[in-house]
T-cell receptor, first 111, second 115 residues
Framework: DQQVKQNSPSLSVQEGRISILNCDYT??????FLWYKKYPAEGPTFLIS?????DKNEDGRFTVFLNKSAKHLSLHIVPSQPGDSAVYFCAAGNAGNMLTFGGGTRLMVKP | EAGVAQSPRYKIIEKRQSVAFWCNPI?????LYWYQQILGQGPKLLIQFQNNGVVDDSQLPKDRFSAERLKGVDSTLKIQPAKLEDSAVYLCASSLAGRVGQPQHFGDGTRLSIL
C-alpha cells in the first residue's frame, strides 16, 4: 500500500522553462511534506518543505504547492537549469518525524 | 558543518553471510534513521533512534536485521544472514530533535550487493 506516489517516473524540460513535479498521498494525517533531490551515487539532499497548514512555500527558484483537499503536492522549479537534472523524491512526515517517500521522478533539463 | 558519514561505500557479499554498516550523524543531531533504498524505489524507513533509544523499528526485519546506537552518536546496522532481496543502498540520516518537521540530512549510503 503506497501512501505516497509519484506517478511520473521521468520528466524532460528545456532549460529556462518551468519544471513541475507532482506527488499524491493517501494519508490525511501527514503533518508536513518535503522534496529531496538526488544525484547518482549520492544521498538525497533536502530542498524545500511545507507544513500541512500551509498551501505554498517558496525558496528561490523552488516553490512547493499543497492541495489538501486533493491530497496533492507539486514542486515548481523556475527557471529550470541543467544542474537541476536529478531524481526528485517527495516525502510525507508524521508527528514522530518519520518519513514516507514516493518512488521518485527523474528530471532531465536539456540545454 | 560536516555531513552524515557512512562506511563502507560499497560491499559485496554472498547470501547467508553477515555484513555491518556504520554511520556517524551530524554533530548535535539527536535523531538518527536507517533507510533501505531498493533500485527504482524511494527510501524506506527501517529504524529511528532518539539518542540511544529506539523510537520505531516496526519495518525492521528483526529476524535478520539489527541496529544499535550505544552512546547516542554513531550507529551500526547489521544483517545476518543476508538474502538476495537485501541488495539495496542503505542510507543513514540524522536530524535535530524536538520540533515536528525538522528536515532529515542523508549520508551517501552503502551500496550492498548480494551474490
Amino acid at each position: 500500500d503506497q501512501q505516497v506516489k509519484q506517478n511520473s517516473p521521468s520528466l524532460s524540460v528545456q532549460e529556462g522553462r518551468i519544471s513541475i513535479l507532482n506527488c499524491d498521498y493517501t494519508n490525511s494525517m501527514f503533518d508536513y511534506f518535503l522534496w529531496y533531490k538526488k544525484y547518482p551515487a549520492e544521498g538525497p539532499t533536502f530542498l524545500i518543505s511545507i507544513s500541512s497548514i500551509k498551501d505554498k512555500n517558496e525558496d528561490g527558484r523552488f516553490t512547493v504547492f499543497l492541495n489538501k483537499s486533493a491530497k496533492h503536492l507539486s514542486l515548481h522549479i523556475v527557471p529550470s537549469q541543467p544542474g537541476d537534472s536529478a531524481v526528485y523524491f517527495c516525502a510525507a512526515g508524521n508527528a514522530g518525524n518519520m518519513l514516507t517517500f514516493g518512488g521518485g521522478t527523474r528530471l532531465m533539463v536539456k540545454p | 558543518e560536516a555531513g552524515v558519514a557512512q562506511s563502507p561505500r560499497y560491499k559485496i557479499i554472498e547470501k547467508r553471510q553477515s555484513v555491518a554498516f556504520w554511520c556517524n550523524p551530524i554533530s548535535g543531531h539527536a535523531t538518527l534513521y536507517w533507510y533501505q533504498q531498493i533500485l527504482g524505489q524511494g527510501p524506506k524507513l527501517l529504524i529511528q533512534f532518539q539518542n540511544n533509544g529506539v523510537v520505531d523499528d516496526s519495518q525492521l526485519p528483526k529476524d535478520r536485521f539489527s541496529a544499535e546506537r550505544l552512546k547516542g552518536v554513531d550507529s551500526t546496522l547489521k544483517i545476518q544472514p543476508a538474502k538476495l532481496e537485501d541488495s539495496a543502498v542503505y542510507l543513514c540520516a540524522s536530524s535535530l530533535a524536538g520540533r515536528v518537521g525538522q528536515p532529515q540530512h542523508f549520508g551517501d549510503g552503502t551500496r550492498l550487493s548480494i551474490l
